[in-house]
């Protein structure tokens, strides 16, 4: 092992020493309180004064107030550097004190050791003085009267927080821009006053922390992930990190945050759309597979709500990287007319265990082993649906229906809608043998109403244009039932929740779906793996000047 890279150190008297000198060298790393250190520094200073002529003795002390404590406390002569910045703790990677490396004239270490170990300290002193040309001479050390063995202390370099802020520094990871700030400042309200929070305080991203993040992915911290809309600015790992470490993510959730950002960034998704339509829409994260519970992620009780930190931390760091990273400020690009406590943060695991159907990763192409990660742009609800008396499934589809008739107004056909069902609806549906595909075709069903009905009219402006019954063939297509969605495929199914009470929920989509439609993808990881949007080709029917009203036209059932 070769020294490390050379440094200018202070010593005791406050002259600079470069280390490592020319010519052979033993290196000793200790610091005050370690009872081991304080038995092996009059060693140190006996081979010192045994070999000076010959052979440098080097004492790095981990902390500057220790030195002349040491000096005092040994009577020592050899050079004291001071290692308070730890750069040569860093650079030799000790963990333990007192540690010694001992160095040959071309600087080759030729024994190291930790602790106290007596054969090995009287190796390297017997080592020293042949190095120093006084081969056979006496040290003056009793070795008789020392211990076989004493444990060393842990190095300051390898202390809880100590060592996550060498990393960041000296590793050259982490590029981002650091801001210093007064001793006076609060850090919580420069926060605020800078903009980078959603409202709620955030977790304030010190290097430490950041590096300690990006342990959660092997990525490089500067690679490339997305071009974050409106801005169009590009987000690396460590852009990532950052907002993941101020909306209180633990490093492990990393690769569900990447694989979020990707999702969101891809075209059919349009995250763009979906944040700065006046709407008010926030994307959904639904996930499947081992992640949930690897990382901790809530399925069950609230699983909707507040109470779980994957849960929360996961979509929020989305959010604060379009916020932070992509510019998107309500007010400016984000011009939601309302918004609502969804846009902070949406995301949530399914029950899998607790549903009668397979999991909607699995309905989108994926393996029940993969873990999955799909995000679906929302813009209303939540809504609830109580439904406490039906026993089979057509009652309980039939509520679904009449829940989902009046999702954005109770005239426009919806694309895409999110049904959440619990598992005690579920299992109406489950014990009545009954598919997705079942459930699907029933509220298609319940939700057709005449072709009248859904045009809009003196006494509801909302609803199709009048112009849509020519398309169709005029007056006589008046009568046909038109459901609210227009595909079944458009009423997305899971389960969530505990088996608590007949409660399910309803979360509407946004702008019809057109616009941005649910995508998945499988989580590596580095971040996603197989980005598949679920209806790749609805994307087609958009129109660069503004809404396509083609898009939107009614699913009308002919009999």
Same mark, same amino acid.
């Given at each position: 092992?070769?020294?490390?890279?050379?440094?200018?150190?202070?010593?005791?008297?406050?002259?600079?020493?470069?280390?490592?000198?020319?010519? $052979?060298?033993?290196?000793?790393?200790?610091?005050?309180?370690?009872?081991?250190?304080?038995?092996?520094?009059?060693?140190?200073?006996?081979?010192?004064?045994?070999?000076?002529?010959?052979?440098?003795?080097?004492?790095?002390?981990?902390?500057?107030?220790?030195?002349?404590?040491?000096?005092?406390?040994?009577?020592?002569?050899?050079?004291?550097?001071?290692?308070?910045?730890?750069?040569?703790?860093?650079?030799?990677?000790?963990?333990?004190?007192?540690?010694?490396?001992?160095?040959?004239?071309?600087?080759?270490?030729?024994?190291?050791?930790?602790?106290? +170990?007596?054969?090995?300290?009287?190796?390297?002193?017997?080592?020293?003085?042949?190095?120093?040309?006084?081969?056979? !001479?006496?040290?003056?050390?009793?070795?008789?009267?020392?211990?076989?063995? #004493?444990?060393?202390?842990?190095?300051?370099?390898?202390?809880?927080?100590?060592?996550?802020?060498?990393?960041?520094?000296?590793?050259?990871?982490?590029?981002?821009?650091?801001?210093?700030?007064?001793?006076?400042?609060?850090?919580?309200?420069?926060?605020?006053?800078?903009?980078?929070?959603?409202?709620?305080?955030?977790?304030?991203?010190?290097?430490?922390?950041?590096?300690?993040?990006?342990?959660?992915?092997? #990525?490089?911290?500067?690679?490339?992930?997305?071009?974050?809309?409106?801005?169009?600015?590009?987000?690396?790992?460590?852009?990532?990190?950052?907002?993941?470490?101020?909306?209180?993510?633990?490093?492990?959730?990393?690769?569900?945050?990447?694989?979020?950002?990707?999702?969101?960034?891809? =075209?059919?998704?349009?995250?763009?759309?979906?944040?700065?339509?006046?709407?008010?829409?926030?994307?959904?994260?639904?996930?499947?597979?081992?992640?949930?519970?690897?990382?901790?992620?809530?399925?069950?009780?609230?699983?909707?709500?507040?109470?779980?930190?994957?849960?929360? !931390?996961?979509?929020?760091?989305?959010?604060?990287?379009?916020?932070?990273?992509?510019?998107?400020?309500?007010?400016?690009?984000?011009?939601?007319?309302?918004?609502?406590?969804? #846009?902070?943060?949406?995301?949530?695991?399914?029950?899998?265990?607790?549903? $009668?159907?397979?999991?909607?990763?699995?309905?989108?192409?994926?393996?029940?082993? +993969?873990?999955?990660?799909?995000?679906?742009?929302?813009?209303?609800?939540?809504?609830?649906?109580?439904?406490?008396?039906?026993?089979?499934?057509?009652?309980?589809?039939?509520?679904?229906?009449?829940?989902?008739?009046?999702?954005?107004? $109770?005239?426009?056909?919806?694309?895409?809608?999110?049904?959440?069902?619990?598992?005690?609806?579920?299992?109406?549906?489950?014990?009545?043998?009954?598919?997705?595909?079942?459930?699907?075709?029933?509220?298609? =069903?319940?939700?057709?109403?005449?072709?009248?009905?859904?045009?809009?009219?003196?006494?509801?402006?909302?609803?199709?244009?009048?112009?849509?019954?020519?398309?169709?063939?005029?007056?006589?297509?008046?009568?046909?039932?038109?459901?609210?969605?227009?595909?079944?495929?458009?009423?997305?199914?899971?389960?969530?929740?505990?088996?608590?009470?007949?409660?399910?929920?309803?979360?509407?989509?946004?702008?019809?779906?057109?616009?941005?439609?649910?995508?998945?993808? #499988?989580?590596?990881?580095?971040?996603?793996?197989?980005?598949?949007?679920?209806?790749?080709?609805?994307? +087609?029917?958009?129109?660069?000047?503004?809404?396509?009203?083609?898009?939107?036209?009614?699913?009308?059932?002919?009999?």
């Amino acid at each position: 092992m070769h020294p490390p890279t050379k440094f200018s150190l202070l010593d005791a008297n406050g002259q600079e020493q470069q280390f490592p000198p020319d010519g $052979p060298v033993l290196l000793a790393l200790v610091k005050e309180d370690c009872d081991t250190c304080n038995l092996t520094l009059p060693l140190l200073e006996a081979v010192h004064r045994a070999t000076e002529d010959g052979l440098d003795v080097w004492v790095a002390v981990q902390k500057t107030d220790d030195i002349p404590v040491l000096k005092e406390r040994h009577d020592l002569t050899m050079p004291l550097l001071d290692d308070d910045a730890l750069d040569l703790s860093y650079e030799t990677d000790i963990d333990t004190v007192p540690t010694l490396f001992l160095y040959d004239e071309e600087q080759n270490c030729t024994l190291q050791t930790f602790g106290f +170990d007596k054969h090995e300290w009287r190796e390297i002193a017997s080592e020293s003085m042949e190095l120093a040309g006084r081969s056979g !001479a006496d040290t003056a050390i009793d070795w008789e009267s020392l211990p076989e063995q #004493r444990p060393g202390c842990g190095a300051r370099n390898y202390e809880p927080g100590v060592y996550e802020r060498l990393q960041a520094i000296k590793s050259g990871d982490l590029l981002s821009r650091l801001v210093d700030l007064a001793s006076s400042d609060d850090i919580h309200e420069f926060m605020y006053d800078q903009g980078y929070t959603d409202g709620f305080p955030v977790v304030p991203p010190t290097r430490e922390r950041v590096w300690k993040m990006l342990q959660g992915t092997p #990525r490089d911290p500067q690679d490339e992930v997305a071009i974050v809309p409106p801005n169009l600015a590009p987000i690396t790992v460590e852009k990532i990190a950052i907002n993941a470490v101020m909306a209180g993510a633990k490093p492990e959730y990393m690769p569900a945050i990447i694989s979020l950002v990707e999702i969101a960034c891809t =075209e059919t998704f349009n995250i763009h759309g979906v944040l700065a339509t006046t709407m008010g829409a926030t994307p959904v994260g639904i996930f499947n597979g081992p992640i949930r519970d690897r990382i901790g992620m809530n399925y069950l009780h609230g699983a909707l709500g507040s109470g779980n930190r994957a849960n929360a !931390a996961i979509g929020r760091a989305l959010r604060l990287c379009a916020r932070n990273v992509g510019g998107s400020i309500p007010g400016g690009t984000d011009r939601a007319t309302q918004g609502g406590p969804h #846009r902070l943060t949406m995301n949530f695991a399914e029950n899998e265990d607790a549903s $009668p159907w397979e999991s909607l990763a699995v309905e989108y192409g994926f393996e029940p082993t +993969d873990d999955i990660a799909t995000l679906m742009a929302m813009s209303g609800g939540p809504a609830t649906v109580a439904d406490e008396r039906s026993r089979d499934a057509r009652g309980m589809a039939g509520t679904l229906a009449a829940s989902m008739s009046c999702m954005q107004d $109770p005239k426009s056909p919806m694309v895409d809608t999110l049904v959440v069902l619990s598992p005690d609806h579920a299992g109406i549906f489950g014990r009545s043998g009954w598919s997705k595909d079942d459930v699907r075709e029933c509220i298609m =069903e319940e939700t057709a109403i005449p072709l009248k009905h859904r045009l809009r009219s003196d006494d509801a402006g909302c609803g199709l244009p009048p112009s849509v019954v020519e398309r169709f063939g005029g007056e006589a297509a008046l009568d046909l039932p038109v459901p609210k969605f227009r595909e079944p495929s458009n009423i997305i199914l899971v389960v969530a929740g505990s088996s608590a009470a007949k409660f399910s929920t309803i979360l509407g989509g946004w702008a019809g779906g057109v616009y941005s439609t649910p995508t998945s993808a #499988r989580i590596g990881p580095d971040g996603a793996l197989e980005i598949r949007g679920a209806r790749a080709a609805e994307m +087609d029917k958009r129109s660069s000047g503004g809404r396509d009203l083609g898009a939107f036209e009614p699913n009308i059932r002919r009999p």
